[in-house]
């Protein structure tokens, strides 16, 4: 397969390719023949094979392109000199890649020898559904036997999730890898000026700072351009140097003794020291950013041809020729037999079978077992362990009718007795409690390992999450309110939530992740404190969403929601209405209408169910969820009052998925629907339920939405001009059921 090269228009036979190295290679005098401690002759072998099957591959990617049969051409060319961490590296070290890393990836196959890398990689180009991680999903370096953890997209979003999981190595969990394991993240240098890096090498010297075990290997792969923008020259080591002292390594990646040098120092230290380590690569980049690309658009043909003389493969061969390890016809052998071998398996690929259906595509997006997720909600085998941890309060079912707030906390105590892999973590939860005194007594009774207060970082708290669910734990992150988490949201759209879906469920994220959030604070703290944007979470795939507006009901969403995260792995939110956190009372002060006694272990929300106030009403249904259940409850008993109406009340619950079959049952018996969303109009919630009434066959019933305004939330008493207000269901209800005041 002919390849164009795109940065200097030359038409490249693989013969011209060979030769050309030849030519340019070394002479035996002009390098040193001692190798480094540590690299062996046969070592060198193995490396500069995997490094022209990399090379192999990134033609290959070119040449399928052309042929319409491939979709992927961001290759390694010029990166070559990772493949020493392949090496020095173990299998059991979790490494999450950049994109250019066909050669680590190579190197690190030859670990197991069912792994067969050129195949799945050129299956990866071609979107086969025979693809053994992302199966035709995307081209991702990955693998569940050597731990390469799949990666879209490596605009540092990776490097959070990376910092998370060597901080849970180092938690003292039970772990699936041995405890001496470091973890290995690779970007490039314009990553590297990321606002989500900078934040993860903050999370890391953060964590070691304290003196706790942080040991992730960073290694920036330095070929000076973003795509076209150039990196100044000596800024990654100017900017990050001075912030890992004497954990900073640096070498020539284009010389594979200098790369094996240092690589093997950095990763010698990461794993004995525990410390967060870099690693700086010097490299080129070859063959563009991708198969789109014409470099002579924004590069000098010099500087394309200075970084063709750094090519590592020729720096490889100069060292086989130096030490005598091969001579010129024996680097033809080798070029050659890596040509065929990639040659042979793309012919093969040729015949892969795509994707065919849209139910194959989604398959492992949002696994639901529903049998053994509700076996798992209402699991009630912890006694002992319930009793330990409550001690001589005595267990709450016991106690008195509570609040929301209260009826949280004590859900979490039970889920953190009956999951020793539970954690529970974020800003202010452990010995504050959190802002809200959700948590309080939580760390007291659990500890300092598994309750915990994290930095101020959004991004850094879910990447912590991602790290520890990796690894087999249960991450109960905080968020301390909704529109904190806009600054972080990518780390559950782009991260975890996409995780089963580009690893065929072979990685998982299971979390549940609690957020405040919602308005009606009676103007507090302005639109940060009081956000009721939804849709941001809501249009995650397979992301599921709850939200209580009771205590008895947090509890047993909170156990259905641990359920779905430990038996099928998902990623769950559950937003908690801060105004409803301390209300006690429905009608009238003092009537302790809102306070609930808490449910016993033995019982649980079910996944997607609603719950209905007064089934027996038909003359209207109001379907809301959150702070618009008493809302609703209340707007009813006026209705009632005023005007001899019974409504029925459906508090949705679950926010995505919504049960629309549900919700369509309860508007054909009640004949009119009122949908009251506490969110903003557009996006909301209200939109999704009107579109699943119409989709249901309900849309020739008359049908209002009362919403909140596209704004955002001003202080004081003028948060309630833009949120719905019980005298506007009311007034509404009023004008469906045609009466009137």
């Not at 990763?267 to 525990?274: I, K, L």
């Not at 008493?630 to 679950?654: E, F, I, K």
């Amino acid at each position: 397969m002919g390849v164009q090269h795109r940065s200097t228009g030359v038409q490249e036979t693989p013969a011209a390719r060979l030769e050309a190295l030849l030519s340019a290679a070394p002479s035996g005098t002009a390098t040193p023949a001692t190798l480094p401690p540590g690299l062996t002759g046969e070592d060198l072998v193995e490396l500069f094979e995997s490094q022209l099957l990399s090379r192999e591959l990134d033609y290959a990617a070119r040449a399928l392109r052309r042929r319409d049969i491939g979709y992927y051409t961001i290759g390694s060319a010029g990166h070559e000199g990772n493949v020493v961490l392949g090496r020095l590296t173990r299998p059991t070290d979790p490494a999450f890649l950049h994109y250019r890393s066909g050669a680590l990836v190579l190197e690190r196959g030859r670990h197991d020898p069912a792994v067969d890398g050129v195949r799945d990689t050129l299956l990866g180009m071609v979107a086969s559904r025979d693809e053994p991680i992302a199966g035709g999903r995307h081209k991702v370096w990955g693998s569940r036997p050597l731990w390469i953890v799949p990666q879209t997209s490596t605009i540092a979003s990776h490097l959070p999730k990376a910092v998370g999981t060597a901080i849970a190595i180092g938690r003292g969990l039970a772990l699936p890898i041995p405890r001496d394991s470091l973890v290995v993240c690779s970007f490039g240098d314009a990553s590297a000026n990321h606002s989500t890096a900078a934040g993860a090498f903050n999370l890391a010297l953060w964590t070691a700072y304290q003196r706790l075990p942080v040991p992730v290997l960073f290694v920036c792969e330095d070929n000076g351009l973003g795509i076209s923008v150039p990196t100044p020259r000596g800024w990654i080591e100017h900017r990050l140097r001075p912030q890992f002292g004497d954990a900073w390594f640096a070498a020539d990646g284009c010389d594979i003794a200098d790369a094996w040098r240092a690589a093997s120092e950095a990763v010698a230290f990461c794993r004995r020291t525990r410390r967060p380590t870099f690693l700086h690569l010097s490299v080129v980049r070859l063959l563009g950013h991708a198969g789109s690309d014409v470099e002579s658009a924004y590069r000098d043909p010099a500087a394309i041809a200075a970084e063709a003389a750094r090519d590592p493969l020729l720096g490889t061969a100069g060292w086989l020729l130096a030490t005598g390890r091969r001579d010129t016809e024996g680097l033809r052998a080798l070029w050659n037999e890596a040509r065929d071998r990639v040659a042979a398996e793309a012919e093969a690929a040729l015949g892969a079978t795509p994707l065919a259906s849209r139910a194959e595509v989604m398959a492992p997006l949002a696994p639901l077992h529903a049998d053994a997720v509700a076996r798992e909600a209402t699991r009630a085998d912890f006694a002992t362990e319930r009793v330990r941890a409550w001690g001589d309060t005595g267990l709450p079912e016991d106690g008195p009718p509570r609040h929301l707030a209260v009826q949280v906390n004590r859900a979490l105590t039970d889920l953190l007795a009956q999951h020793p892999e539970a954690l529970l973590f974020g800003e202010d939860v452990a010995r504050k409690g959190g802002v809200y005194n959700v948590t309080p007594n939580l760390q007291a009774r659990f500890g300092a390992r598994r309750v915990f207060d994290t930095l101020l970082d959004e991004t850094s708290i879910l990447g912590v999450a991602q790290g520890a669910a990796l690894l087999g734990a249960l991450p109960i992150p905080e968020i301390q309110y909704l529109a904190y988490l806009h600054n972080a949201v990518d780390q559950l759209r782009g991260e975890a939530a996409s995780l089963q879906f580009f690893s065929c469920g072979q990685f998982r994220n299971p979390m549940v992740v609690r957020i405040a959030g919602l308005g009606y604070q009676k103007g507090f703290g302005g639109h940060f404190h009081n956000d009721n944007g939804l849709a941001a979470l809501r249009e995650i795939p397979g992301l599921v969403v709850a939200c209580p507006s009771r205590g008895d009901d947090a509890v047993g969403l909170l156990r259905t929601c641990a359920a779905l995260a430990r038996v099928d792995g998902r990623v769950v939110v559950f937003v908690e209405p801060i105004a409803l956190y301390m209300t006690r009372d429905l009608h009238a002060p003092g009537d302790g209408l809102w306070e609930t006694a808490y449910p016993a272990p033995g019982s649980a929300v079910p996944f997607g169910a609603v719950r209905v106030y007064d089934e027996a009403a038909t003359d209207l249904l109001v379907v809301t969820y959150g702070n618009g259940v008493p809302m609703a409850l209340r707007a009813a008993r006026t209705l009632g009052q005023r005007h001899g109406l019974a409504t029925r009340v459906l508090d949705l619950r679950w926010l995505a998925p919504i049960d629309h079959d549900a919700v369509a049952i309860h508007a054909r018996a009640c004949g009119r629907v009122l949908v009251l969303d506490e969110g903003r109009r557009s996006g909301g919630i209200g939109e999704a339920v009107v579109t699943g009434l119409v989709e249901s066959g309900c849309g020739g019933l008359p049908i209002r939405l009362v919403a909140g305004a596209d704004s955002y939330q001003p202080l004081g008493p003028a948060a309630g001009l833009v949120l719905p207000s019980e005298a506007e269901v009311v007034v509404t209800a009023g004008e469906l059921c045609g009466v009137s005041d």
